[in-house]
Every structure is written in structure tokens, then in C-alpha cells.
């Protein structure tokens, strides 16, 4: 009978460690997600989003202000359509600027704001009509080479 109730309270701290990993887990993905009753969308085209994923952080001055809401494929122009959504704490301007940016050599994508400098500000299902492309390192390599060949042939 006494190593019944020891493999008994046994069990009950292993679902008790499981349960505390878990509630752990959950707390870490949604440190900083963005309230939707709190925050405002808007859309920004690119023509190359590179490793962009959905909950990217959106940052502006190095903060964080909102997160990638959605990531479509726009069959008209052929472009990504990505949705942010921004914190309504954070009003950008109306001209202000969006690119998709690295952290460091090879860490994680994400979209850098530049406040613009109107006086209107952005409001919810605008469209941030200035961007700037992931930029591809596979490109830069394969841009860097060919110009290197083209310099080492006869003219």
C-alpha cells in the first residue's frame, strides 16, 4: 500500500511539472501579442517578403509595436499583401514607410515602420503605400558573382 500512494504522488508532481512546462509555453509564444480590440490593421505590398512569417513583430525605433496579422498572395498584381496589426497606442503618419528587415546576419524577419511626416494619421484597412523588399541573400551572392564574371571578360 505505501508504494501505491508514493507512485501515486509521483504521478500527480509529473502532470504538475507537464502543467506548469505547458502553462509556460503558452506564456512565452503570447508575451507580447497585440490586443485586437486594441490595435488597428493595415496593408502593405511587397513584390519579395523572403522568410516573412505570420506574428513577425512589427518594429519601429526598435520597439514593438504590432505583429503580422496575415500574409496573402495577391492573384492581380503579384505581390504579398501583409496585413499589420499595429497597437493603437502608436499612430503613425499617413506617408510613413514599411520594410522588411533582418536581425543580424541571419536571424529572423521582420517590418521596420518609418514615421512619415504628415499630419494624417494611419487609420484601420489603410494601405502603407511606401515599402521596401526583404533583401535576399541568395540574390546578393548570385548579383555579386555575376558581376565578377562580367569584369574578368574580354571586352
Do not use: C, H
Not at 509529473?14 to 490595435?39: H, P, Q, W
Not at 506574428?55 to 503580422?68: I, M, N
Not at 493603437?88 to 518609418?114: C, H, M, N, V, W
Amino acid at each position: 500500500m505505501n508504494k501505491t500512494v508514493l507512485d501515486l504522488w509521483v504521478g500527480l508532481l509529473v502532470l504538475a511539472g507537464l502543467g506548469a512546462l505547458l502553462f509556460l509555453a503558452l506564456k512565452v509564444g503570447s508575451t507580447s501579442a497585440i490586443d485586437a480590440s486594441n490595435s488597428y490593421e493595415v496593408v502593405a505590398r511587397f513584390e519579395n517578403i523572403g522568410g516573412l512569417k505570420l506574428r513577425a513583430p512589427v518594429k519601429s525605433a526598435g520597439v514593438v509595436v504590432g505583429r503580422v496579422a496575415d500574409i496573402r498572395f495577391d492573384n492581380d498584381t503579384f505581390e504579398a499583401a501583409v496585413t499589420l496589426r499595429l497597437d493603437k497606442r502608436y499612430g503613425f503618419p499617413r506617408d510613413s514607410s514599411a520594410s522588411i528587415l533582418t536581425s543580424g546576419l541571419l536571424g529572423e524577419q521582420y517590418i521596420g515602420l518609418d514615421a512619415g511626416g504628415d499630419s494624417v494619421k494611419l487609420k484601420a484597412n489603410d494601405r502603407i503605400l511606401i515599402t521596401q523588399d526583404a533583401v535576399v541573400l541568395e540574390n546578393l551572392i548570385g548579383r555579386f558573382l555575376y558581376d565578377k564574371a562580367q569584369e574578368g571578360t574580354p571586352q
